[in-house]
């Protein structure tokens, strides 16, 4: 999954790494789906331990259709990251087009109750090989 290079962004401390892949086995280009999936890297930089309660992305395709999706956590968990450790999962996102772009944000909280969102990076979702067109 790592064939594309890492998207970062770093927010109050907690650094946000994501690797795209497309997933040709998955995807059904003549039936107008094309699916990717990504790993998420989040690293706690910070002296005490946070939490992520729940995610924001907001979708794109390259038609310009936009998706928002809102949740707890990320894959059935909300993971508390300890000082120095961090936590790593992997998803998915079909799409409509061939190419798009994803971003968002994590709502987390520190040891102290202070609630901060960290930014995931905005990243593409291109098929390798593929000319990008964007409407």
């Not at 990504?38 to 939490?51: D, F, G, H, K, R």
């Amino acid at each position: 999954m790592h064939d594309t290079p890492a998207y970062e962004a770093e927010t109050d401390g907690v650094l946000v790494r994501v690797r795209p892949s497309y997933l040709a086995g998955q995807s059904d280009p003549e039936a107008g789906r094309w699916v990717w999936a990504y790993q998420v890297e989040i690293v706690n930089l910070t002296s005490e331990a946070i939490q992520l309660i729940a995610r924001r992305w907001v979708i794109t395709d390259a038609q310009g259709r936009v998706e928002e999706v809102r949740g707890e956590g990320v894959v059935g968990e909300q993971p508390v990251i300890k000082p120095g450790a961090s936590y790593t999962y992997a998803s998915g996102c079909p799409l409509g087009a061939p190419s798009g772009s994803m971003v968002g944000g994590y709502a987390m909280t520190d040891a102290s109750g202070r609630a901060f969102e960290a930014a995931i990076p905005a990243f593409s979702l291109d098929v390798p090989g593929e000319r990008r067109v964007l409407n």
